[in-house]
T-cell receptor
Framework: KAGVTQTPRYLIKTRGQQVTLSCSPI?????VSWYQQTPGQGLQFLFE???????NKGNFPGRFSGRQFSNSRSEMNVSTLELGDSALYLC????????????FGPGTRLTVT | KNEVEQSPQNLTAQEGEFITINCSYS?????LHWLQQHPGGGIVSLFM?????KKHGRLIATINIQEKHSSLHITASHPRDSAVYIC???????????WGAGTKLIIKP
């Protein structure tokens, strides 16, 4: 079974731009969670989707949004990028919503200049 | 105060040593996870615990629900164990995962 894939792996954007990151979960997994990891803050939860519905949301501004498609693939969008958005964005999939076992993708490293 | 605290933040040891990493939490939880992150970002789930003890190879994880504390032990440590070890708890009120800051482990040959 293929693992969780994330595209692109690396991205450089400038302040004010927007960006869309993509995550394809393990086949059969219906839940996708997104995390932001920065050196100073560690891993922080962004949101969790299950069956195209957002089930949980972390404490991030509205510039951060996401969605999940009927095939369980998920996208995360960040609008009006700020320098502080530079981070590693990790996606994790699990079989069911609120399931405990999460499988992580390799991450997308976003640099905002 | 953070809801999940890990100690130590950094740990350097010699190959073969017995390693202990601690995690304390202050919220009600339904499960606790230990994960490993290697340089480059890849995260691997090591254990999920809700009670007792689990063992996988040279790794052992324990949890004491009453004391709100978990430990990750590595026996016969090896340089390939060098990584950041992260503790995360799933809060039982809203099922969100709350992450510790991680423990950076370096095992010297």
């Amino acid at each position: 079974k293929a693992g969780v894939t994330q595209t692109p792996r690396y991205l450089i954007k400038t302040r004010g731009q927007q960006v869309t990151l993509s995550c394809s979960p393990i086949s059969g997994h219906r839940s996708v969670s997104w995390y932001q990891q920065t050196p100073g803050q560690g891993l922080q939860f962004l949101f969790e989707y299950f069956s195209e519905t957002q089930r949980n949301k972390g404490n991030f501004p509205g510039r951060f949004s996401g969605r999940q498609f009927s095939n369980s693939r998920s996208e995360m969008n960040v609008s009006t990028l700020e320098l502080g958005d530079s981070a590693l964005y990790l996606c994790a999939s699990s079989l069911q919503a609120l399931s405990y076992e999460q499988y992580f993708g390799p991450g997308t490293r976003l640099t905002v200049t | 105060k953070n809801e999940v605290e890990q100690s130590p933040q950094n740990l350097t040891a010699q190959e073969g040593e017995f390693i202990t990493i601690n995690c304390s939490y202050s919220v009600g939880i339904s499960a606790l996870h230990w994960l490993q992150q290697h340089p480059g970002g890849g995260i691997v789930s090591l254990f999920m615990l809700s009670s007792g003890k689990k063992k996988h190879g040279r790794l052992i994880a324990t949890i004491n629900i009453q004391e709100k504390h978990s430990s990750l032990h590595i026996t016969a440590s090896h340089p390939r164990d060098s990584a950041v070890y992260i503790c995360a708890v799933r809060r039982d009120s809203n099922y969100q995962l709350i992450w510790g800051a991680g423990t950076k482990l370096i095992i010297k040959p």
